[in-house]
């Protein structure tokens, strides 16, 4: 894909107005009210209220005055994993007899991008992407693509997952102690991040961004890093996510450890490239995480 350049930003996240938790950190107030009237947030499951208020703050962040004409891609890891173990529970105990209409169109990963699209009146292409902890990288790839593609100028990228504790706590109340400890001890942050990009250059000079996910080995990631300083200068600033084996980057190139907590999620490429962007001094950012056999990185030119 081509470099795209950020026209705004809007937040609904850990980090944000809450600050990160050491341990699974979901956010108190999610205010939903503020943004979708009633008779569509009544519908919404968790994710999709993270999206719509991330994305509804990014529009204004952006002063996009008609957004019935961006082109969107949302990107969620997980889904509304509430709404789908609460459409199992049910199943379990009714056996099929009982199933809410309202479970079952949000228990599918593109069910967020349908409420926000008809929320805003978009009438523009959508598309939602999951590709585990690395859907932060597919977003923004396929938005990219996704402008070429139709023509557009401007879309909207929105990524976002939710994260409660007491999966952990009923994970443990059914035996599997190991895989309980091994989700708390990834410290998952929840939240959702909206970038509103296009393909010329936003009032706001937010710099620009390019990122992209490929199957290659560990070497590739050293190509990545030589690439982007010789093209970009030596004071190029290289993290990798400590979650999903992204850790094991860091010995093959030199480069900051995204710790616990957002260096984990998949929203955290983004959330720790929004935190940087606040230092005058960081102009160029590289982004590097893994998962399974998969590399994805996001560069970030000030």
Same mark, same amino acid.
């Given at each position: 894909? *081509?470099?795209?350049? @950020?026209?705004?930003?809007?937040?609904?996240?850990?980090? /944000?107005?809450? !600050?990160?938790?050491?341990?699974?950190?979901?956010?108190?107030?999610? !205010?939903?009210?503020?943004? $979708?009237? !009633?008779?569509?947030?009544?519908?919404?499951?968790?994710?999709?209220?993270?999206?719509?208020?991330?994305? *509804?703050? =990014?529009i204004k962040d952006a002063g996009v005055e008609d957004p019935t004409v961006l082109d969107v891609v949302a990107s969620t890891a997980m889904g509304e994993v509430k709404t789908c173990l609460d459409l199992l529970r049910q199943i379990h105990e009714t056996k099929g007899a009982l199933i809410s209409p309202s479970l079952v169109p949000n228990s599918v990963h593109n069910a967020p991008a349908g409420h926000l699209t008809i929320g805003i009146k978009d009438q523009s292409p959508a598309i939602t992407v999951s590709q585990g902890w690395l859907s932060a990288?597919?977003?923004?790839?396929?938005?990219? /693509?996704?402008?070429?593609?139709?023509?557009?100028?401007?879309?909207?990228?929105?990524?976002?997952?939710?994260?409660?504790? =007491?999966?952990?706590? +009923?994970?443990?109340?059914?035996?599997?102690?190991?895989?309980?400890?091994?989700?708390?001890?990834? *410290?998952?942050?929840?939240?959702?991040?909206?970038?509103?990009?296009?393909? %010329?250059?936003?009032?706001?000079?937010?710099?620009?961004?390019? =990122? *992209?996910?490929? +199957?290659? &080995?560990?070497?590739?990631?050293? %190509?990545?890093?030589?690439?982007?300083?010789?093209?970009?200068?030596?004071?190029?600033?290289?993290?990798?996510?400590?979650?999903?084996?992204? $850790?094991?980057?860091?010995?093959? @190139?030199?480069?900051?450890?995204?710790?616990?907590?957002?260096?984990?999620?998949?929203?955290?490429?983004?959330?720790?490239?929004?935190?940087?962007?606040?230092? !005058?001094?960081?102009?160029?950012?590289?982004?590097?995480?893994?998962?399974? &056999?998969?590399?994805?990185?996001?560069?970030?030119?000030?």
């Amino acid at each position: 894909m *081509s470099r795209l350049h @950020v026209h705004g930003i809007g937040l609904c996240a850990m980090g /944000d107005t809450e !600050p990160f938790n050491e341990e699974t950190g979901r956010l108190e107030d999610v !205010p939903i009210k503020d943004y $979708a009237k !009633p008779a569509l947030r009544r519908r919404y499951g968790r994710v999709a209220k993270l999206m719509y208020i991330a994305a *509804s703050r =990014a529009i204004k962040d952006a002063g996009v005055e008609d957004p019935t004409v961006l082109d969107v891609v949302a990107s969620t890891a997980m889904g509304e994993v509430k709404t789908c173990l609460d459409l199992l529970r049910q199943i379990h105990e009714t056996k099929g007899a009982l199933i809410s209409p309202s479970l079952v169109p949000n228990s599918v990963h593109n069910a967020p991008a349908g409420h926000l699209t008809i929320g805003i009146k978009d009438q523009s292409p959508a598309i939602t992407v999951s590709q585990g902890w690395l859907s932060a990288e597919a977003a923004i790839s396929t938005a990219g /693509d996704l402008l070429a593609i139709s023509g557009s100028k401007i879309a909207l990228a929105v990524i976002g997952d939710e994260a409660d504790p =007491a999966w952990i706590e +009923r994970l443990g109340e059914l035996g599997a102690t190991d895989w309980a400890k091994e989700l708390a001890d990834e *410290s998952f942050q929840e939240g959702a991040v909206a970038l509103i990009v296009g393909t %010329e250059p936003g009032g706001k000079r937010l710099g620009s961004i390019e =990122a *992209s996910l490929e +199957r290659r &080995d560990n070497d590739y990631t050293r %190509e990545i890093v030589e690439r982007f300083s010789e093209n970009f200068g030596d004071n190029l600033e290289v993290r990798v996510r400590a979650g999903a084996g992204g $850790a094991e980057l860091s010995k093959i @190139v030199d480069a900051t450890i995204d710790g616990p907590g957002v260096g984990t999620s998949q929203i955290g490429a983004i959330a720790v490239l929004l935190e940087r962007m606040k230092d !005058p001094s960081c102009t160029n950012l590289l982004l590097i995480g893994r998962e399974v &056999d998969e590399i994805g990185w996001l560069h970030w030119l000030r």
